[in-house]
């Protein structure tokens, strides 16, 4: 089994950043993946961005050259950049692990873009 708790979100305007957080507990040693998933009401869930344990990174065209994927492996954390935000990147926001054969997810971050 493993735990996800995330953080970070919030209100912020069109232009400006935040920094989600998701933090990891349990069989950290299986994971072998993380990512960052949103949906926005009335919309099917969508990847926004992957990292994989060797480091390799991939992004949703829609945030390439906006937010950035990162890991803290000392913490069992990683982080998604949000910079140049948008209100079409309102949503709530679900941390994802990656293991064989299950895909564990946290319980949402909400993130609203509006002036």
């Known amino acids: 089994q493993v735990q996800l708790v995330e953080s970070g979100g919030g209100l912020v305007q069109p232009g400006g950043s935040l920094r989600l957080s998701c933090a990891a507990s349990?069989?950290?040693?299986?994971?072998?993946?993380m990512g960052w998933y949103r949906q926005a009401p009335g919309k099917q869930r969508e990847l926004v961005a992957t990292?994989?344990?060797?480091?390799?990174?991939n992004y949703a065209d829609s945030v390439k050259g906006r937010f950035t994927i990162s890991r803290d492996n000392a913490k069992n954390t990683w982080y998604l950049q949000m910079n140049i935000l948008k209100p079409e990147d309102t949503a709530l926001y679900y941390c994802?692990?990656?293991?064989?054969?299950?895909?564990?997810w946290g319980q949402g971050t909400q993130v609203t873009v509006s002036s």
């Open positions: 990292i994989t344990s060797g480091g390799t990174t």
């Open positions: 994802n692990a990656r293991t064989v054969p299950t895909f564990y």
């Open positions: 349990g069989r950290i040693s299986s994971i072998y993946a």
